[in-house]
């Protein structure tokens, strides 16, 4: 059982570094430093500046050139921040190197250095609450610093206590390859029979159609699961509030059926969390149907549909029936209209914008406000349709159900 650590009340002062290089635009790494910025917050650490520089790839040995290197030391220096965050995943030389570039040693100035995957891990490790989950984080804590080992030494010891070393890292500092080997050897055996009894309970559910909610971390899937099934769901603001699947035996009319809601997913989550969370994960896989959870104010929530397509077709789970769901409506209208807009011109508007998901989707999508209750009897017909017609071509005999 991992190790975890309550931040103190004094939230820790970061700053981000990002690159843009490749085929990514500096729109686009904006835009993931302010995500990076959202993942910081729910770590609880406060962003206090962005850093990022065009390069046409990331330095062997600092990931970001010598001249940006010196302005973001001169920088953290002037308002002591001892913590930096990348947006990409660095090796274990990266972040020794940047540790010394950053810090100084003649002042005692000493600076932590993670990356957007050690940020990840370490929400996960906050978050576990299940003796299933904490197997899950430690596995991908040991997978992700195995590779890191060598340049890492000073690293993981720096930061014992901080953000960023929740779990094993601490313990990695006494132990060596071989002992992280043998717990990581140990930790999938354990996590193979939590798999084995997982797909037991899963086919001890008998013959009803099973829905899960799927979607980008934070688009609201806990609050759409709460007013679906009737029932108290953890919901927070934060990226990755639950890990755990949380299922739920909902019945409308006549028509029973499981609903799970699932962890977020997010871009660039480490595939070692992935692999870690594979038996999490086949709730998707094993769905019957899914429901596609999308933040409709969101400014970016196409790219969001693109991450969460590319995550379900490396499951596997495309081919299934989709209902995409765009919820907090309320939000985008109060983002994007002007409240002097006359009703008619909105309704137009808004009418074009619904009408072009509908053929995009072939009229599979229905646009709501959970926190509203706008348009939630809509999401019920459409879902129980998709149920009924799952009922009807899987279980023909069974008619009482459609």
């Known amino acids: 059982m991992i190790e975890t650590r309550k931040i103190d009340s004094e939230q820790v002062k970061t700053v981000l570094v990002g690159l843009v ?22 770590a609880g650490a406060i962003s206090q500046k962005c850093f990022y520089q065009k390069l046409p790839h990331p330095n062997s040995k600092t990931y970001i050139g010598k001249g940006k290197i010196e302005e ?5 220096q002037r308002n002591a921040i001892d913590l930096v965050i990348f947006d990409d995943e660095l090796s274990g030389s990266q972040i020794n190197n940047i540790e010394k570039a950053l810090s100084d040693v003649d002042s005692n100035f000493e600076v932590t250095v993670l990356d957007r995957s050690d940020l990840i891990l370490d929400i996960f490790a906050t978050r576990a609450k299940t003796a299933q989950a904490k197997l899950q984080v430690e ?5 992700y610093i195995l590779p890191r080992l060598k340049g890492m030494w000073k690293h993981l010891q720096r ?16 132990t ?3 002992l992280i080997r043998e717990r990581v050897t140990v930790l999938r055996k354990r ?3 939590v798999d084995k009894q997982a797909a037991t309970q899963r086919k001890n559910r008998g013959e009803l159609i099973r829905v899960s909610l799927v979607g980008y971390t934070n688009v609201g899937k806990s609050t759409i699961m709460e007013v679906l099934s009737k029932s108290d769901v953890f919901v927070e603001d934060k990226l990755f509030a639950t890990l755990e699947t949380t299922t739920r035996k909902v019945v409308f009319e006549r028509t029973p059926f499981l609903l799970s809601d699932t962890v977020g997913f997010i871009r660039k989550l480490p595939h070692h969390l992935v692999e870690s969370f594979k038996s999490t994960l086949d709730e998707v896989r094993e769905a019957d149907i899914l429901v596609h959870i999308v933040d409709l104010s969101h400014d970016k929530f196409e790219d969001q549909i693109k991450v969460v397509h590319e995550t379900l077709r490396d499951l596997g789970a495309m081919d299934k029936p989709i209902l995409l769901v765009f919820n907090k409506l309320d939000a985008y209208i109060e983002k994007h209209f002007d ?22 989707t072939e009229d599979r999508v229905v646009f709501i406000s959970a926190t509203e209750k706008l348009h939630i009897t809509e999401l019920r017909s459409k879902l129980h349709q998709l149920i009924k017609d799952e009922y009807a071509q899987r279980y023909p005999y069974l008619k009482e159900f459609y």
């Open 21 to 42: 290089y490749g085929e990514q635009s500096e729109e686009e790494v904006i835009e993931y430093l302010e995500e990076l910025e959202f993942l910081a917050q729910t």
């Open 72 to 76: 973001v030391k001169d920088y953290i």
């Open 139 to 143: 596995l991908a804590q040991y997978q």
């Open 159 to 174: 930061q014992e206590g901080a953000i960023g070393s929740r779990g094993p890292g601490e313990k990695a500092i006494e």
């Open 176 to 178: 060596d390859r071989r």
């Open 191 to 193: 996590l193979e029979e």
């Open 339 to 360: 409240e002097w807009l006359e009703e008619e011109v909105k309704e137009e508007l808004l009418d074009q914008m619904m009408k072009k998901w509908q053929k995009k």
